[in-house]
């Protein structure tokens, strides 16, 4: 991947996140991953803060963290969102937390809706992405509004992405 690429993907997806200089990011997700790189190059386009620690996700102080520091977003794959609502999340005070992004692999459709529930319920926000690591990481989104409606989607392409469905074999 060249650093031209590596902007235009973080410039695309700022265009549909609502990120802000005065967010507080968690670096939650290894750099090494893609989708982790994405947090960064991401975040870094407009000079929030992001948060690193080797405190995992789950560990209690992890969240005592964000609190403390009155982190405004998460970012995680299925997985963290199933250990999350088996922690029971959607009964936790996180009143700093703006948006939460999912990606890295599909999420099961009831809890993709459950998390839009709550996400609007709270006046947050709840993204679910696409992406391929070839590409930078995400590809596309589903923009919260349309979760309901569209939760097994793949949603709209980035700015300057496009998607087409092979004719011979429907993929």
């Not at 410039?11 to 967010?23: F, G, K, Q, T, V």
């Not at 939650?28 to 994405?38: A, E």
């Not at 407009?46 to 520091?69: A, E, H, I, P």
């Not at 977003?73 to 009964?91: K, Q």
Request: proline fraction near 5%; aromatic fraction near 12%.
């Amino acid at each position: 991947l060249s650093q031209r690429n590596l902007y235009e993907n973080a410039a695309s997806i700022a265009d549909y996140l609502p990120i802000a200089a005065d967010d507080v990011c968690p670096l939650n997700l290894p750099l090494d991953y893609s989708y982790g790189l994405s947090l960064l190059t991401t975040n870094s386009l407009f000079g929030g803060t992001m948060v690193c620690s080797l405190r995992n996700v789950v560990d209690r102080r992890f969240w005592d963290d964000f609190r403390k520091f009155g982190m405004t977003s998460i970012a995680g794959t299925p997985d963290l969102y199933e250990m999350l609502a088996r922690f029971g999340y959607f009964g936790w005070d996180m009143p700093s937390m703006k948006y939460l992004t999912q990606a890295g692999g599909k999420l099961r459709e009831e809890l993709v809706l459950e998390y839009a529930r709550h996400s609007r319920e709270c006046g947050r926000r709840f993204f679910t992405m696409y992406g391929q690591t070839e590409a930078t990481a995400r590809m596309s989104f589903v923009p919260p509004e349309a979760l309901a409606e569209h939760a097994g989607s793949i949603g709209h392409p980035v700015r300057n992405g496009r998607f087409r469905i092979d004719p011979d074999t429907g993929e």
